[in-house]
T-cell receptor, first 113, second 117 residues
Framework: EAQVTQNPRYLITVTGKKLTVTCSQN?????MSWYRQDPGLGLRQIYY???????DKGDVPEGYKVSRKEKRNFPLILESPSPNQTSLYFC????????????FGPGTRLTVT | AQSVTQLGSHVSVSEGALVLLRCNYS??????LFWYVQYPNQGLQLLLK??????LVKGINGFEAEFKKSETSFHLTKPSAHMSDAAEYFC???????????????FGKGTKLSVIP
């Protein structure tokens, strides 16, 4: 089954404790991205990647890091999480620049206390 | 640069009534437009998309949207609401040209649809 998976689905952590949210897609998509969803703000793009080893900042990159060492994986790293990073995070992928349909993962609800 | 404005953060309709969710966009180049739906505790699912073919686009679950360039709008409609339509709906815009900017999908803030029995 074609899908985007994220782990963990739920995470409660404390300020400053480094964490990684994994994202994996099995559709051989070139393009992957991370969004955060906050009430009243919709989805805002954090980072995106056009291919392996090619990443760029989205609209709200501060406090986040990403890497794209393999085509299928695009982990989101919070080196020193803060309470304002409490949010619902979505990973998404699509085939490439000629394809505009994005496939979203199920989301990761992160709480930073 | 591109942006999306969704009018109304909450919309309530009676079961069987017309659903109309409004979306206006701003884009410096020809746009591609999308509607996504998010059911409670789930990810986003594509409802329909406009990619410069027919201006009236039909999607899943009986939804459709019409691209009106003169009004810079892409409103979502469904003739008869069903209880299962209760969800949050997001309009999104992307640039319709190849280039770095075309990778950006900009979302509106969302409209939560409630269906009253």
């Amino acid at each position: 089954e074609a899908q985007v998976t994220q782990n963990p689905r739920y995470l409660i952590t404390v300020t400053g404790k480094k964490l990684t949210v994994t994202c994996s897609q099995n559709m051989n998509h070139e393009y992957m991205s991370w969004y955060r969803q906050d009430p009243g703000l919709g989805l805002r793009q954090i980072y995106y990647s056009m291919n392996v080893e090619v990443t760029d900042k989205g609209d709200v990159p501060e406090g986040y890091k990403v890497s794209r060492k393999e085509k299928r994986n695009f982990p989101l790293i919070l080196e020193s999480p803060s309470p304002n990073q409490t949010s619902l995070y979505f990973c998404a992928s699509r085939w490439g620049k000629s394809s505009y349909e994005q496939y979203f993962g199920p989301g990761t609800r992160l709480t930073v206390t | 640069a591109q942006s999306v404005t969704q009018l109304g953060s909450h919309v309530s309709v009676s079961e069987g009534a017309l659903v109309l969710l409004r979306c206006n966009y701003s884009s410096s180049v020809p746009p591609y437009l999308f509607w996504y739906v998010q059911y409670p505790n789930q990810g986003l699912q594509l409802l329909l998309k406009y990619t410069s073919a027919a201006t009236l686009v039909k999607g899943i679950n009986g939804f459709e949207a019409e691209f009106k360039k003169s009004e810079t709008s892409f409103h979502l409609t469904k003739p008869s609401a069903h209880m299962s339509d209760a969800a949050e709906y997001f309009c999104a815009v992307s640039a319709a040209y190849s280039g770095a900017g075309s990778y950006q999908l900009t979302f509106g803030k969302g409209t939560k649809l409630s269906v009253i029995p």
